[in-house]
């Protein structure tokens, strides 16, 4: 049979050791605030630097979609006079299916970012302690 002795890492024995060990651990948790900041505002800049692209993207792939709905509209009635094939009809759907799915992960991509700001911020607050004011009564 065996002892064995649990204790935190940072926490010695002797009375100086523990001086030192609270040093380290308020060290420790300043350097995780800090980090925790920094990666925060982060967050914040990559939605501030991405997010108008990603809209800008949006829009010019719905301008996209509706000329390619419109061309498919074409083909099929061009198809339906014999004068296109179905594999003219198939290239056009895949081109629609294409930018509908582009479309999509961009709207997705404008999403998550949207999130990711926002939760970001939700830290920062928390962590700078600045809670959000309520109606004043």
């Not at 651990?25 to 692209?53: I, L, M, N, Y």
């Not at 179905?86 to 970012?113: C, F, H, K, P, T």
């Amino acid at each position: 049979m065996g002892l064995r002795l649990v204790a935190p890492t940072f926490v010695g024995l002797s009375n100086f050791k523990r001086v030192e060990a609270a040093h380290l651990q308020a060290d420790s948790a300043q350097w995780a605030a800090e980090t925790a900041v920094r990666k925060a505002v982060e967050d914040v800049r990559a939605f501030q630097d991405k997010a108008p692209t990603l809209r800008s993207q949006a829009t010019i792939l719905e301008a996209q979609l509706r000329k390619a709905k419109a061309l498919r509209k074409l083909y099929e009635d061009q198809f339906l006079l014999g004068e296109r094939t179905l594999i003219d009809l198939a290239s056009v759907q895949g081109d629609v299916y294409r930018i509908e799915r582009n479309g999509a992960e961009a709207r997705y991509a404008i999403s998550d970012l949207q999130y990711s700001a926002a939760s970001a911020l939700g830290r920062l607050l928390q962590l700078l302690d600045i809670a959000a004011e309520g109606p004043q009564k």
